[in-house]
């Protein structure tokens, strides 16, 4: 089992800027690739980005690309998403999930999820 806590989301201006973070505990954190999604209300959840397990490959969906950046720290056992430039269309539950067969773009590939952290970006 691994168990993610996600932090660092709350209300933001357009253009602003957030971090959120990922802890994981339990099993050995660098034995999977993580990804953060996002599920806006009424919406499905959608890949936002991924990270494998040694952190030397990203990939982000094509609204993340330039404004995202997803990084991790297997000492620390957390995973970063670093937001700028933060649109209204960014206001979404932002999910944590680990993926113990690699990077994932796909919600049914990942293994472990966090009970997600609220981002909400005001016009």
């Known amino acids: 089992q691994v168990q993610l806590v996600e932090s660092g989301g709350g209300l933001v201006q357009a253009g602003g800027s957030l971090r959120l973070s990922c802890a994981a505990s339990g099993r050995t954190f660098s034995n999977y690739a993580m990804g953060w999604l996002r599920q806006a209300p009424g919406k499905e959840r959608e890949f936002v980005a991924a990270?494998?397990?040694?952190?030397?490959?990203?990939y982000y969906a094509d609204s993340a690309k330039g404004r995202f950046t997803i990084s991790i720290d297997n000492a620390k056992n957390t995973v970063y998403l670093q937001m700028n430039s933060l649109k209204p269309e960014d206001t979404a539950i932002y999910y944590c999930?680990?993926?113990?067969?690699?990077?994932?773009?796909?919600?049914?590939?990942?293994?472990?999820w966090g009970q997600g952290t609220q981002v909400t970006v005001s016009s």
């Open positions: 990270i494998s397990r040694n952190g030397g490959t990203a």
């Open positions: 999930a680990a993926d113990r067969l690699g990077v994932a773009i796909k919600s049914g590939r990942y293994d472990y």
